[in-house]
């Protein structure tokens, strides 16, 4: 049996799947640009932490510079950056943002402050000698964070293990997607 299609029949066909996503690649392209900007704003911060979790694990290197990038780069997401691209009802189909949001708004917004905290505070203690006792599973991004309490005073983060800090960030991600974000199979 073929595997592959003969090269004469791609052509048309091509052009069947490219005029038949037309209506969709339009409804794409309609989609409310403060929803497309925060899943962007998130995918950087998914891709930030996963650069630097698994130094955190003892998996890799343990590189400070590449930490206190990681960490500038989800700070500067935090605060008003983020809530900025959550104004009151955005929604879609697309979306996994809960209305809940609006009806919390002030426990949101102190969640995207906590990440600037953290964030700080992770690129002031990048440096650090670290404690491997404290680091968290990178997995525990998603999950249940509840029983981690980091400190949440900036001058003693800055002097802690950077692993303090990095707990404390997964704990934000964590916390708010728990509340604030659809459950899903992804
Ligand atoms: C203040 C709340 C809050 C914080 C803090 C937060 N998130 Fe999110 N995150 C959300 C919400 C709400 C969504 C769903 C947004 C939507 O679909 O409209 C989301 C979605 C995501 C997505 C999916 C994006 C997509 O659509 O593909 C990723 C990945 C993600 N967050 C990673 C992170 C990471 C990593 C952190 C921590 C460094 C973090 N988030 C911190 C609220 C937050």
Redesign the pocket.
Known sequence: MPTSLPAPRLGPLLALVLLASLPFYTTLAQEDPD?QA??????D??K???SVAPMFKDQAPYDADAVRGAATA?ET??GKE??AL?PEG???A?????PT?WENWED?????E??VLY?QALSAAAGNPRTTAEAPAAGA?LGDLAALEPPSDPATLAALSPNISFEG??K??????S????KDE?
Do not use: N
């Open positions: 929803i925060r899943e962007q704003l998130m995918k911060l998914g930030a932490i996963k989800i997401r935090g983020l809530t959550f955005s929604l879609d697309e979306s996994e943002a809960l949001i949101f917004a102190r969640l995207a906590d990440m964030g991004i960030l997964l934000t991600c964590g916390s708010c997607h509340k604030f974000r659809k992804k």
